[in-house]
């Protein structure tokens, strides 16, 4: 689901806003950093916080509340 969202999201980017969006993909996806959001509260870390199953369920649901907007 989350690549249907990307696909459907970035498609329709500028091509001049593509490299700063690899750059955060990067970072906070695919980057070696085992934890991009270190610096910053756990209770403020929000979607980067721990992976529990109801950060999943949250991330979820704000995946299909935008989705279902457009």
Do not use: C
Request: glycine content about 4%.
């Amino acid at each position: 689901m989350l690549r249907r969202a990307s696909v459907i999201t970035m498609t329709d980017l500028r091509l001049n806003e593509l490299p700063a969006w690899r750059n955060m993909f990067d970072h906070y996806i695919f980057g070696d950093d085992d934890d991009a959001a270190a610096h910053l509260p756990e209770q403020a870390r929000g979607v980067l916080g721990r992976r529990t199953a109801e950060l999943v369920a949250r991330v979820k649901k704000l995946l299909l509340d935008a989705l279902s907007r457009s």
